[in-house]
């Protein structure tokens, strides 16, 4: 299976939407063992919020939501013969 992690920098920004990262900061592929185990290192990312007053901050509080994520890693989980999953952990704090 492959293992694609993505997450924010410890400013709260994603690399290809961030101009002052390089391309692919904080996003791997990683090939599993015949085992399926996998390993990687990185930062804790941090949380974030979507523009404030933008269309998607608005929409959230329409529906009595706020826009703050926090912070977080993103996994897809991917193998020949199986559906993708897509998932995250989240961090307390």
Do not use: M
């Not at 791997?28 to 523009?51: L, N």
């Amino acid at each position: 299976a492959n293992v694609d992690v993505w997450h924010a920098n410890t400013k709260g920004g994603y690399s290809g939407f961030d101009p002052s990262q390089k391309p692919y900061n904080n996003r791997r592929r990683i090939e599993t063992a015949a085992d399926g185990s996998y390993v990687f290192r990185s930062v804790v990312p941090s949380g974030y919020s979507v523009p404030p007053q933008g269309s998607t901050d608005r929409l959230l509080q329409t529906v009595g939501r706020h826009g703050n994520r926090p912070a977080h890693i993103h996994f897809f989980v991917s193998a020949d013969g199986y559906r993708r999953l897509t998932t995250q952990i989240n961090f307390e704090g």
